[in-house]
């Protein structure tokens, strides 16, 4: 059974129109993260929620934000996607932050930018 | 800057035969080395760890191999399988830092 719940799998989009991608968590962590795959990349930290702590990357850009409005779910807000923004975007979740907790990572959605 | 350097980019190896991909860090206070595993339309998935107080941990035909004092740390798959192809990982603590990848492709 899936444990981290992204949806959609894929997203299309338009250039400028906001987005929301959701992430659902069924493992009650604590922490839920937000990365940004492009291809052939590695995964890239954007931020962070450590229960209700938001906790971001410097070099995250101001586009992008996040809500989690309880501890299963966790929104990734574009807000006005450009076409370098196009990616894979994980959501993963641990029991705490920090050394040795394992995170889990959903299967990502894959957004596009017309 | 990158903190954590990831090789070969790409490996292709022979059924059976042993993959090894190498990383190699900076920052000395990372204290945990886990590798991950994504297979295509997957998220990352993690496939073994080591904290750098042991050299070598394994599991099944998986082995990590660590040198503290060069800041390196190698992944062996010994007796790869066509399913082992996938893209590897390697990553450092706290929060999660990522080497670019290697895309491994076992022949049959």
């Known amino acids: 059974d899936a444990m981290v719940i992204q949806n959609p799998r894929y997203q299309v989009t338009q250039f400028g129109k906001p987005v929301t991608l959701s992430c659902s968590q069924t493992?009650?962590?604590?922490?839920m993260y937000w990365y940004q795959q492009k291809s052939s990349q590695a995964p890239k930290l954007l931020f962070h929620?450590?229960?209700?702590?938001?906790?971001n990357e410097a070099d995250t850009p101001d586009n992008f934000q996040s809500r989690r409005p309880n501890t299963s779910f966790c929104f990734l807000d574009i807000r006005s996607p450009g076409l370098g923004d196009a990616a894979m975007y994980l959501c993963a979740t641990s029991r705490a932050p920090g050394t040795a907790n394992i995170q889990y990572f959903g299967a990502g959605t894959r957004l596009s930018v017309l | 800057q990158q903190q954590v350097k990831q090789s070969p980019q790409s490996l292709i190896v022979q059924k059976g035969g042993i993959s090894i991909i190498n990383c190699a860090y900076e920052n000395t206070a990372f204290d945990y080395f886990p590798w991950y595993q994504q297979f295509p339309g997957k998220g990352p998935a993690l496939l073994i760890a080591?904290?750098?107080?042991?050299s070598e941990k394994k599991e099944g035909r998986f082995t990590i191999s660590f040198n503290k004092s060069a800041k390196q740390f190698s992944l062996h798959i010994m007796d790869s399988q066509p399913g082992d192809s996938a893209t590897y990982f390697c990553a450092a603590s706290n929060q999660i830092i990522f080497g670019k990848g290697t895309r491994l492709h076992i022949l049959p």
């Open positions: 493992l009650n962590h604590n922490v």
């Open positions: 080591i904290r750098p107080d042991v």
């Open positions: 929620y450590y229960d209700k702590d938001f906790n």
